[in-house]
């Protein structure tokens, strides 16, 4: 994988939104899921930034905060792509042939997983599981997702991506 910038927010533009959502949400019962995801909302990614300062404010560990941003796989901690393509890369999936879509995909954007083109316009992420086993491969673009995904399936969302 190619070695990415963290991602910044100006500070004091961090600090205005994220004492904003934290006044809103930390009186919730668990708060810590719609406080981040209320921070990508706002910025697209968790800056991470964010993290010593919802730790602070929650009394958790830096340590908790960032566990939970890498567990959930909609949660970022870099600006993602324009279009944001994810793989399942689970058994069902990789049976019926998610792992040769997995290799095209990769070489027709010339990325790897977790990966975004250098013009800024596609991720490419791998999940585990999009609960689509039953019409494998499955494949999520922009939120929409595609069972039985095929060559020429992917190459139709590889040319409205390029769009």
């Known amino acids: 994988m190619r070695p990415t910038a963290a991602a910044t927010v100006p500070e004091h533009v961090l600090e205005d ?3 904003r959502i934290l006044t809103e949400l930390e009186g919730l019962e668990g708060p810590l899921l719609p406080i981040l995801h209320a921070l990508q909302a ?6 991470q930034q964010a993290v010593p300062l919802i730790a602070e404010r929650l009394n958790i560990s830096r ?3 960032a566990g939970v941003i890498s567990f959930y796989h909609d949660f970022r901690a870099a600006p993602s792509g324009r279009r944001v393509v994810r793989v399942c890369r689970a058994e069902a999936c990789q049976s019926m042939g998610a792992n040769a879509l997995a290799d095209r995909l990769q070489e027709k954007l010339g990325i790897g997983w977790g990966e975004t ?7 490419l992420e791998a999940v585990y599981c999009l609960g689509l086993c039953a019409c494998a491969p499955a494949v999520q673009v922009d ?3 595609l069972g039985r995904a095929d060559m020429a399936r992917i190459e139709d969302i590889l040319s409205e991506v390029a769009e």
């Open 143 to 145: 939120g929409e997702l």
């Open 63 to 65: 340590a908790e905060v």
């Open 117 to 123: 083109t250098p013009d800024g316009g596609v991720t």
């Open 42 to 47: 706002e910025f697209g990614f968790v800056p």
């Open 17 to 19: 939104s994220a004492a």
